[in-house]
């Protein structure tokens, strides 16, 4: 069974930082594509960034309101995704959901989310 | 950046009726389309992908159309359980935006 697991939000001051953990199990974690999307409290749903699978060498892409802040990356031996977020603004302030990609042709569609964890960015 | 419309942006609606979700990208995204259901306080789940492949255990009530630039969703005979927000998101290019949300309520 594939299960996706966050940790890691919490109460941070602006310009802070924070790094999101994702557990992943009942996968082959290496193979896959994984992403990150957020959700800001009644709002729509934005994604944040994309970690590509070994294949592509985990090689990322991010979403302009977070290039440069925010970075992805992998344990492989812990099966764990991450998301290190610096520079933390108000406006970060979300639920943030760990994504496992569905590869269909050379496209790849998010069938797995996790739970989510709550970030809030406040004084 | 690719666009991405939903209508209605609120929909209401009565158990056993057909609804219809229409999404619009601002420009040509092939089939490179899919929709979520969102349920309050919860993770958004797969309906379908491809624009018109039926995620494993989504019911098939649940069909979805189009492509190029205008996509819709289709519960042919709405269920309890569907009263939800439905996201389409377009993964034809970075970034992998999602449009607005269509909330279907009773």
């Known amino acids: 069974e594939v299960q996706l697991v966050e940790s890691g939000g919490d109460l941070v001051q602006p310009g802070g930082s924070l790094r999101l953990s994702c557990a992943a199990s009942?996968?082959?974690?290496?193979?896959?594509?994984m992403d990150w999307v957020r959700q800001a409290p009644g709002k729509g749903l934005e994604w944040v960034g994309r970690?590509?699978?070994?294949?592509?060498?985990?090689?990322?892409e991010y979403a302009a309101s977070v290039k440069g802040r925010f970075t992805i990356s992998r344990d492989v031996s812990e099966n764990s995704l991450y998301l290190q977020m610096n520079s933390l603004k108000t406006e970060d302030t979300a639920v943030y959901y760990c994504?496992?990609?569905?590869?269909?042709?050379?496209?790849?569609?998010?069938?797995?989310w996790g739970q989510g964890t709550l970030v809030t960015v406040s004084s | 950046d690719i666009q991405l419309t939903q209508s209605p942006s609120f929909l209401s609606a009565s158990v056993g009726d057909r609804v219809t979700i229409t999404c619009r990208a601002s420009?040509?995204?092939?089939?490179?389309l899919a929709w979520y259901q969102q349920k309050p306080g919860k993770a958004p789940k797969l309906l379908i992908y491809?624009?018109?492949t039926l995620q494993s255990g989504v019911p098939s009530r649940f069909s979805g159309s189009g492509s190029g630039t205008e996509f819709t969703l289709t519960i042919s005979s709405l269920q309890p359980e569907d009263f939800a927000t439905y996201y389409c998101q377009q993964l034809n290019s970075y970034p992998l935006d999602f449009g607005p949300g269509t909330k279907v309520d009773i």
């Open positions: 420009q040509g995204i092939s089939s490179y």
């Open positions: 994504v496992r990609d569905l590869r269909f042709g050379e496209t790849f569609y998010f069938d797995y």
């Open positions: 970690s590509r699978n070994k294949a592509n060498s985990y090689t990322a």
């Open positions: 009942g996968f082959t974690f290496s193979d896959h594509y």
């Open positions: 491809a624009a018109s």
